[in-house]
Nanobody, 115 residues
């Protein structure tokens, strides 16, 4: 069983930055994909950024140029650097990891962008 633990959320002013971390209990190299999703109040969960099966990156249009996904294989950790944050980025951010027959989700970390 894989466990994903997110951290780094909090309250930040518009224009500010946060870095989220997702620590996996196993090697992230064992995943076919790993990345970040978010769910804002009253909205469906959506993709933010992810590493695909070829370890290329994919971003939602709303965060391109502002967010960067990265990883540290030795620490089994995936990061999401979020810059130029906007109020519409307010959401619970979840880490998701895929294996061939099963997906895993973390418990989420809340990000609030407000002045």
């Amino acid at each position: 069983q894989v466990q994903l633990v997110e951290s780094g959320g909090g309250l930040v002013q518009p224009g500010g930055s946060l870095r989220l971390s997702c620590a996996a209990s196993g090697s992230i190299l064992s995943f076919t994909a790993v990345g970040w999703y978010r769910q804002a109040p009253g909205k469906e969960r959506e993709l933010v950024a992810t590493f695909t099966s070829a370890w290329s990156t994919k971003y939602s249009d709303s965060v391109k140029g502002r967010f960067t996904i990265s990883r540290d294989n030795a620490k089994n950790t995936v990061y999401l650097q979020m810059n130029s944050l906007k109020p519409e980025d307010t959401a619970v951010y979840y880490c998701k990891a895929d294996r061939i027959y099963q997906d895993y989700w973390g418990q989420g970390t809340r990000v609030t962008v407000a002045s």
